[in-house]
């Protein structure tokens, strides 16, 4: 199986978002309507195969962008395999959603869809504070892994993940060292 890479906000306008940019465009909308939107998505979102994600990924795109639909298309193709939406941002989203979402903003309509697709690019970039690099320490790669396991359902899956890249980072120091 691939890895998917997620496209990001930051790729599409050359800023990286803060999560008040992220907030303040929640809180356009009324909580109900756009939690309802975020969860008809998330169950749009392949739980498949890598071909069946990038492909309902790729409709979902088409329909959600409007200005900036040849944008998003011109990264997906830059690089293989990238994606706008997905599960672990969606679930961000919704998080964000619960503690600052309002009741009393405006109906959420046809119109305010592109908005929907900007805040999964913002959740891209959000989910990590910082980008990954080759040199990262051993802290630094589990701090990275961290980050995610409020999205994890499993209490062990964030700990395996830790076990397996502190193994890796044991294993090529003893592999160097041979």
């Known amino acids: 199986m ?18 008040s940019d992220l907030l303040a465009i929640i809180q356009k909308f009324r909580r109900r309507h756009l939690l309802v939107t ?27 962008f409007r200005v900036h639909r040849l944008a998003v298309e011109n990264l997906r193709h830059r690089y293989q395999d990238r994606v706008v939406f997905n599960r672990l941002s969606l679930l961000f989203l919704l998080k964000q959603l619960l503690l600052a979402g309002v009741d009393d903003a405006a109906p959420f309509t ?5 908005d929907v697709g900007l ?33 994890f359902p499993r ?14 980072e044991i294993s090529e120091q003893l592999l160097r060292k041979a």
């Open 155 to 168: 209490d062990f899956y964030i700990r395996d993940c830790a076990r397996t890249a502190i193994m890796m």
């Open 38 to 64: 975020l969860a008809r998505l998330n169950l749009l979102v392949s739980v498949g195969t890598t071909t069946q994600a990038l492909a309902t990924d790729r409709q979902l795109c088409n329909l959600v």
């Open 119 to 151: 805040l999964c690019l913002m959740a891209n970039d959000l989910l990590i504070p910082r980008r990954p690099e080759r040199t990262d320490t051993l802290l630094q790669t589990l701090h990275n892994f961290m980050l995610f396991s409020d999205y």
């Open 110 to 114: 046809e119109k305010d869809v592109e």
């Open 2 to 19: 691939k890895n998917i890479v997620y496209i990001t906000y930051e790729e599409l306008t050359r800023r990286r978002p803060q999560i």
